[in-house]
């Protein structure tokens, strides 16, 4: 994630309004956020919570910083990620490291349900970058959406 698009998610967020609690998927680590890409966490994450906004970090794999390692298309993760009531699900730069989009889309939306907010972003131009795969989708804002 870029410093600018850092900002921008911050943004859109507070002025969305009523994103709290928030689930961050494909969160990486805490080293991640903090240490490789410290951005992510001054430009996005510190001021979320300096307004109250309440963040759960989840990713595939265990590490410090993650909250809840497991996969999403997983009927028990699912099951217990809709079960906390979460109001936003913020996907970025994660759908182009999964191989069924649409399936996605799907558990997130019954994730936080009618009312809930995703806010997904998506690169449209970048170099190959598996973690764990790079599925090649380098969509349009028209096709992301």
């Known amino acids: 994630m870029l ?22 998927l494909g969160s990486s680590s805490r080293h991640f ?24 970090h989840s990713d595939l794999k265990r590490a410090d910083g993650v909250d809840l390692a497991g996969d999403i298309l997983d009927p028990g993760m699912a099951g217990d990620l809709k079960a906390r009531e979460f109001k936003c699900i913020l996907l970025a730069n994660l759908i182009e490291h999964v191989h069924d989009r649409e399936a996605v889309a799907a558990v997130c939306e019954d994730i936080v ?17 598996a973690d764990p795969i790079d599925s ?6 028209a096709e992301l959406a």
């Open 136 to 141: 090649g989708y380098r969509p349009s804002p």
């Open 33 to 56: 956020r903090e240490v490789v890409q410290p951005h992510i966490a001054h430009e996005l994450f510190e001021p979320l919570q300096r307004a109250g906004i309440s963040i759960v």
């Open 3 to 24: 410093e600018q698009e850092a900002r921008r998610l911050c943004r859109i967020l507070l002025d969305q309004g009523g994103v709290s609690p928030l689930l961050h």
């Open 113 to 129: 349900g009618p009312g809930g907010f995703i806010l997904a972003t998506a690169p449209s131009s970048y170099p190959y970058h």
